[in-house]
């Protein structure tokens, strides 16, 4: 045992914590594989340590991580009336990273200010190289790819992951504006000049991709980052000419990026259709909702323990037959994750989750946090539409970012 403590002691932990925090920026956009890896990294950093049971006393101590490991025992325990064991593992295994990070950074440092912005310096630059392929791509097939858009169809993004990667973005572009802001920031002046030009970029590019949920969530959290900003600085015409600006940004990019405009148009079109009761198959936002209505369907008659996370879809593709038995509908788990959470795990699950959900939110604290109040709409915007904690990248985005903002705000204490 002698001999395992002091192999150990030689263990550059801060440094593979910074590795596994670099490989999972990074895996974001390039690789699954990579993820995993780098999640096992963090957490075998704490696990293979002297300090291993003090390791799991911080993270037993940490309300936020309590309720996250509660989150991962509500789908645990709905494998108890889940029939199908397989989906039932495959859905907890996606929730493995509410309990293996805070794990992992229990066995860090609390995290300072400069290390915490080297991190976010990573991953706009990161998802500046990604954008840029994603350009490079759309504009050496620009005719074909622009008809697509029509039909719905999306341009190519990293890991084929078109909605993560525009969340991505999103946040990238208001990390990139709160690193050229901060005055505190130790970074040198030409890293900053190829900062602005990145964020520039990335603001350009975000319109070009033309994936709603991205716009939808930049311009949500610079609408609230303004209010903030108006409230707190009492300068209202500052701040009304700032969203005058941001109106006249969105309408710009409407007129003059073509994907943008063919976006638009085919959301009117199944807006429309939506209207007239005609949904068809290749109607995603029309999907999306049927798939939300039949949740909810399904959560009158299973309220309060759910149908298990082994069973969703199951249930789905019963009422799907039993409402629409004469369309042709691919079977969609409800795209709304509160929804999701509440036909899995019940009533006492969805409380458990809103609860993990909104608690580090405000322990963190979104007053004249801009990086905070931005991650938090992305997050919103995203679980509001769809699933992502059932993906495992919408899961390492989400349990990345609040894990680094949460070892931040512990340097505050």
Known sequence: MHIVNKILSYFPHRHLFIVGVLGLIVGLVSSKALLSIAMMVIVGNALLNNNVLANFKTWLSEPASVLFLLFFLSYIISGIYSEDKIYWMERCRIKLPFIALPLGFAAVKPLSKKLLNRFLLVFVLVIGIASLWMMINYLSDFTHLNELIKQG?????PMNEHIRF???MAFAIICGGYLIADSTNQIAKWLKYILVFITLFLLIAIHVFAVRSGIVALYSSLFCIVLVYIFAQKKIVI????????????WASLQFIPSLENKYGYFKYELQMIRNNEIKAEHSDAQRLVSMQLGIEIIQQHWLAGVGAGDI?????AQYDLKYPNKDFAIMTPHNQFIYVWVCTGIFGLLIFITAFFYPVFLIGIKNNILMIAFLVTTLVSIMTEHPFEIQLGTAFYMLFIALFLQHKKLKV
Do not use: D, N
């Open 166 to 168: 525009s969340l991505e």
């Open 153 to 157: 169809k999306p341009i190519p993004a």
């Open 313 to 317: 879809k199951t249930a789905m593709k």
């Open 239 to 250: 701040g009304i000419s700032i969203l005058v600006l941001l109106f006249a940004m969105a």
